[in-house]
Nanobody, 120 residues
Framework: QVQLVESGGGLVQAGGSLRLSCAAS????????MGWFRQAPGEEREFVTV?????YYADSVKGRFTISRDNAKNTVYLQMNSLKPEDTAVYYC????????????????WGQGTQVTVSS
């Protein structure tokens, strides 16, 4: 079992940066694939990035966002640079046992989300 808590969201101007954190509880953090997803109002939750040995990014964020993890601290991060208004969404971290996945339904554990708002 793992519990996830996101933090670091906020309001930023276009072109700015934020770093999101996801703190996990549990003894087997290192055995989980960790991902970030986002959801804007009226839209489906969409894949952003995942790390599980290798890292993968959605085309919409590649080159601007970076995922990293510190297993000793049970924390995964999302560094977001060159933010755009279309990045505005609630950002969720998620965990699943084993390999990474692009699909929401493959993840077993979710945080409550943190709001990121990017103004023009």
């Amino acid at each position: 079992q793992v519990q996830l808590v996101e933090s670091g969201g906020g309001l930023v101007q276009a072109g700015g940066s934020l770093r999101l954190s996801c703190a996990a509880s549990g003894r087997t953090f290192g055995s989980y694939a960790m991902g970030w997803f986002r959801q804007a109002p009226g839209e489906e939750r969409e894949f952003v990035t995942v790390t599980s040995g290798r890292t993968y990014y959605a085309d919409s964020v590649k080159g601007r966002f970076t995922i990293s993890r510190d297993n000793a601290k049970n924390t995964v991060y999302l560094q977001m640079n060159s933010l755009k208004p279309e990045d505005t969404a609630v950002y969720y971290c998620a965990a699943r046992r084993g390999s990474g996945s692009y699909y929401v339904t493959d993840y077993d554990y979710w945080g409550q989300g943190t709001q990121v708002t990017v103004s023009s």
